[in-house]
């Protein structure tokens, strides 16, 4: 499995940057598929009947999604500038379905609930970069229309939700909606909330991983810092201040305030669903302290410990950065 994992990995992150820096579209198309194909080759790293049918499904949507780019790109090209045409958008619209963008993400929770935990980290993550790039490039013109639907979406779906790594579905379409925002604006301000994202996404699949989390019942935690780093980084996730999440989200909003104030208004309200059911899946454990002592809990975890006190430095990064 490990020389699976080191033949797998270096090819997987190659296939993420040919799409961003193919010079024609059917190298991106190719970059794409091989991107499609290591992934499902770290999906079954971990081999049992869930992640066989979930990389099945899988495979389809992505197929499905590649033929309606390559088609489009093939048969309508006089169109993509022509914003009038419905035709200029099915290109944008097929590299969403591909990545599980709002609000083509119906697919995403009845697959992706059965990835191993690396795949899930990918998934969230590195997975969104070349079709982020791509409209970007292309289609510049609907994507603050995209990020709109991803935040509302994003926001509205995660209050019914009981699992967890649904939870993490709807917050990482609210998310990815803010990142667009980010681009549009710098590309140093996404890089900086992608990393962020990607911090708090690895230590909250991390401690998921360990204590076997998928249901939010499940979440209750004995060690204390253990439970609070697990709250702390949902949180922050949401952009509640003072934690690192906070300071990516606050100067977006400050740059979008001058020109579009309704809509970063429509935005900072839409947050609070995000904290609304967040705070509701850790209310009942929060407060419930656990009888060890607390300087043998802080020596058991270190590397836990560590991205809490980092956590907390959301208030000296956005000094530095504002």
């Known amino acids: 499995m490990m020389i699976n994992k080191i033949l797998i990995l270096p090819l997987f992150f190659i296939?993420?940057?040919?799409?961003?820096?193919?010079?024609?579209?059917i190298l991106m198309w190719m970059g794409m598929e091989m991107n499609m194909l290591m992934f499902i080759f770290l999906i079954l790293t971990k081999k049992n009947m869930f992640s066989s049918e979930s990389s099945m499904k899988y495979f389809l949507i992505q197929c499905s999604g590649s033929l309606i780019f390559l088609l489009t790109l093939s048969s309508n090209f006089i169109y993509f500038n022509e914003w009038p045409f419905i035709n200029?958008?099915?290109?944008?619209?097929?590299?969403?379905?591909?990545?599980?963008?709002?609000?083509?993400?119906?697919?995403?929770?009845?697959?992706?609930?059965?990835?191993?935990?690396l795949s899930l980290l990918f998934f969230f993550t590195s997975l969104k970069i070349p079709p982020f790039f791509m409209i970007f490039s292309s289609w510049f013109n609907i994507m603050l229309w995209i990020s709109i639907i991803n935040i509302l979406i994003g926001?509205?779906?995660?209050?019914?939700q009981s699992s967890f790594i649904k939870m993490l579905i709807a917050s990482s379409i609210?998310?990815?909606?803010?990142?667009?925002l980010s681009l549009m604006y710098s590309n140093s301000l996404f890089l900086i909330q992608f990393i962020i994202y990607f911090i708090l996404m690895y230590n909250l699949i991390k401690i998921m991983?360990?204590?076997?989390?998928?249901?939010?019942?499940?979440?209750?935690?004995?060690?204390?810092?253990?439970?609070?780093?697990f709250y702390i980084n949902l949180l922050s996730l949401a952009g509640l201040p003072p934690f690192m999440g906070f300071t990516p989200k606050w100067i977006i909003i400050k740059k979008m305030m001058i020109n579009t104030p309704i809509i970063i208004m429509i935005f900072i309200f839409m947050t609070t669903f995000n904290l609304f059911f967040y705070i509701k899946s850790c209310i009942n454990t929060m407060f419930l302290f656990n009888l060890?002592?607390?300087?043998?809990?802080?020596?058991?975890?270190?590397?836990i410990s560590l991205f809490l006190m980092l956590n907390f430095n959301g208030i000296t990064l956005f000094i530095l950065l504002t």
């Open 174 to 180: 609210n998310n990815m909606g803010w990142m667009i």
């Open 88 to 117: 200029s958008l099915v290109p944008p619209m097929a590299l969403m379905l591909k990545s599980g963008f709002a609000p083509f993400h119906s697919w995403t929770p009845e697959i992706i609930k059965n990835f191993n935990f």
């Open 15 to 25: 296939s993420l940057f040919i799409p961003i820096s193919a010079p024609s579209w």
């Open 155 to 160: 926001s509205i779906m995660g209050i019914v």
């Open 209 to 229: 991983k360990l204590n076997k989390i998928k249901w939010i019942t499940q979440i209750n935690l004995n060690l204390f810092i253990v439970k609070t780093n």
């Open 292 to 303: 060890t002592k607390k300087w043998m809990t802080f020596y058991k975890n270190t590397i």
